[in-house]
């Protein structure tokens, strides 16, 4: 006999899964199958302006792009540009991680200051979907 505990943490994974299944199936549906698809679509030539078929080309695409010596600048340009960031960012956050770190006069003011822009921004988004969805005025 199961312990009635056991069966309402099954009952509770059971929901949990039902109540997150949607947002899988979403993710899915607008992230990893049009990248599956892009991904298949790369092996093909095809013209979306010429009512041609695709035809199958393997990695011939791929290996005319690599052959193009103006990649290789972009991909240098591109390499550099985030490894500056990425340092900037790593050192930046250290050093305020490093001086917000003792207590002194005003360390809280400072810290909700800095907290603040990073919060702003998820409640922008959330204000702005809540007028678009309004279902007064919203555009949906």
Request: glycine share 8%.
């Amino acid at each position: 006999m199961t312990d009635p505990g056991q069966r309402l943490a099954k009952r509770r994974r059971r929901l949990a899964a039902l109540l997150l299944a949607p947002t899988g199936a979403l993710l899915i549906g607008l992230f990893l199958f049009p990248l599956v698809w892009s991904l298949g679509l790369s092996f093909y030539r095809y013209s979306a302006l010429r009512p041609r078929p695709p035809r199958f080309v393997g990695l011939e695409n791929y290996a005319a792009l690599l052959r193009e010596p103006e990649i290789w600048q972009r991909f240098v340009t591109t390499g550099t540009f985030v490894v500056a960031a990425v340092l900037l960012q790593f050192l930046v956050g250290v050093a305020l991680a490093f001086l917000l770190y003792r207590e002194f006069r005003g360390r809280k003011v400072i810290i909700s200051l800095l907290l603040v822009p990073m919060m702003m921004a998820p409640v922008a988004a959330g204000a702005f979907f809540r007028f678009i969805y309004d279902p007064t005025f919203g555009v949906f």
